[in-house]
């Protein structure tokens, strides 16, 4: 991981959570978009000591709950679970 990943991952989560909208529109998974900033905390936390994991996890409990309640599943998406549940998921009606 490069320098500053986690702060600039949650920072993306952090801007896109903000906004007034109940869904999420497709330009918040653009490249690089959520997607990938939910891969690198997904990385990061294996690459952490148990006290920052528990500290990130913390975090990533929230975002999910977030970005699962902004979201939608989507069935075609389903292959990509492989990936990460959060690429399942539809980004707009």
């Known amino acids: 991981m490069w320098p500053n990943a986690v702060a600039n991952a949650l920072s993306c989560f952090e801007r896109a959570f903000n906004g007034?909208?109940?869904?999420l529109d497709a330009s918040e998974f653009e490249s690089p978009g959520l997607g990938d900033a939910r891969d690198d905390l997904d990385w990061a936390m294996r690459q952490l000591p148990p006290g920052a994991q528990r500290d990130l996890g913390r975090l990533i409990t929230r975002i999910d709950?977030?970005?699962e309640r902004r979201t939608l599943p989507d069935p075609k998406r389903v292959e990509l679970a492989s990936?990460?549940?959060w690429w399942t998921r539809t980004r707009e009606l």
Do not use: D, I, V
């Not at 007034?20 to 869904?23: D, I, L, M, N």
């Open 83 to 85: 990936f990460g549940w």
């Open 20 to 23: 007034p909208e109940r869904y």
């Open 65 to 67: 709950e977030e970005l």
